[in-house]
């Protein structure tokens, strides 16, 4: 079982930015797609973003399309979700989700997909 580590979040006021990290451990283990899910107060957990383990492929839940970007960098492997434009809506503890997996290009959608989580990271947006 891969574990992983979410870093970067924290408060923010209306309209500013953040940047998540995932890191898995232990870190030679590459072939893993990814997801950031995210349940707010009195919220179901969703998606946010997902990307495949070759990177280039992504998705993207509807209320963060066009402000938030999901991305990898394999040689350090590390996947980043950038959240620009942010609100009070997206206030909630972000998850990364990872799924080892000898195919390149598929992402995921479904966090049953997922067998391996982080503890989450908080992100508070402040008006």
């Known amino acids: 079982q891969v574990q992983l580590a979410e870093s970067g979040g924290g408060l923010v006021q209306v309209g500013g930015s953040l940047r998540l990290s995932c890191t898995p451990a232990?870190?030679?283990?590459?072939?893993?797609?990814m997801g950031w899910f995210r349940q707010g107060p009195g919220k179901e957990r969703e998606l946010v973003a997902a990307?495949?383990?070759?990177?280039?492929?992504?998705y993207y839940g509807n209320s963060v399309k066009g402000r938030f970007a999901i991305s990898r960098d394999n040689a350090e492997n590390t996947v980043y979700l950038q959240m620009n434009d942010l609100r009070p809506d997206d206030t909630a503890v972000y998850y990364c989700?990872?799924?080892?997996?000898?195919?390149?290009?598929?992402?995921?959608?479904?966090?049953?997909?997922?067998?391996?989580w982080g503890r989450g990271t908080q992100v508070t947006v402040s008006t």
């Open positions: 989700a990872g799924k080892v997996t000898d195919n390149r290009m598929d992402f995921y959608i479904h966090s049953r997909t997922y067998p391996s």
């Open positions: 232990p870190r030679t283990v590459s072939n893993i797609a």
């Open positions: 990307i495949n383990w070759g990177g280039g492929r992504t």
